[in-house]
């Protein structure tokens, strides 16, 4: 059965909020909320959950993948994946079934609704998105374990940049790094900015050679038994400028200010005021373009979402980032992030590179 456990509590509050809903179940399609809901670890797949049983269809090349790893749920292997969707619905005698608007494309929705014919379908965006935001202490141990070896990678990457490299290489011996060090995989595609693509909140390695003066911004993480890890640093390449070292003291600030506001219960935009507030109130709050931090999990962006227009408040037990950023412009970008869990007083910080400015000779 794998390594998988809880699969009764979590499809139990699935059922619950079927409940809410008024439906009779509930079709997934989002891959990290079958592997949540399932332990099932394939790229491709459907879960149909029901109240008194749930059916994962796979292909013919998961099948006994699925039969190794998937707990809680009845497994069925189709040809065509809506045709096999469809005749599930209809044998289970089942008239109300919600699904994922954010995973299926239209003409995917179209589709199932032709070969369904008689169901109610109804696509649904928000009423699942909270299911994950509660980690147990497996889910938190696998986060501490990449956010840890992401950030010795990190450490062990640093005595490899000097003027003359191109930000290409250094995410190589990031990405490198990180696998080496026993990860499953990357979180995301690593950012590594230098110069004037520091400005860029997301910019992609490119081949301009680091220069003695620059920022350097690394956004990395680390895939750990399926669970990611999310940290940013800003390194200065030799000398820089007081405006620079300036800029990187009101980006600490922020941080540090958005770190002091979390605690269960606080609001997702009173995090983010935090921060934004004191970068506004140093005149640079139209550099600051995101907001400031998200959930993270089996997924790099998860609920909730720290910004200004957030309704959500935060629980014990939350996975998030905190990442305020300033952006210039044609001259360099700041951006300083750690991975944090959420406590009743407030909250551990989970990444382990010290956020002082690091100067690389």
Known sequence: MGEFMGASDRI???????????????????????????????????????????????????????????????????????????????????????????????????NLKARAEGLELRPLEREMSTLRVIKDETEIKRMKKAAVLSSQALLLALEGIKPGISERDMALELEYRIRQGGADSVSFDVIVASGENSALPHARPGFRKSEAGDFIVLDYGAVCGGYRSDETCTVALGSISDKQRYIYAVVREAHDRALAAVKAGATCRDVDHAARSFIEEKGLGKYFSHGTGHGIGLSVHEEPRLSILSESCLEAGMVITIEPGVYMPGLWGVRIEDMVLVTRDGCDVLTTVPKDLIRLS
């Not at 459907?46 to 790893?69: C, H, P, S």
């Not at 809506?82 to 994922?100: C, H, N, P, R, V």
């Open 12 to 110: 139990s509050r699935v059922r619950s909020k079927i409940a809410d809903l008024g439906l009779e179940a509930f079709l997934f399609l989002d891959m990290p909320n079958i592997r949540y809901l399932t332990g099932f670890t394939g790229s491709d797949g459907a879960l149909v959950a029901g109240a008194r049983n749930n059916i994962l269809l796979v292909d013919g090349r998961y099948t006994t993948q699925a039969g190794r790893e998937v707990q809680g749920a009845d497994i069925r292997h189709y040809r065509d994946k809506t045709e096999g969707i469809a005749q599930a619905l209809l044998d289970s005698g089942w008239k109300a079934i919600g699904l994922e608007s954010t995973a299926v494309t239209l003409q995917e929705y179209l």
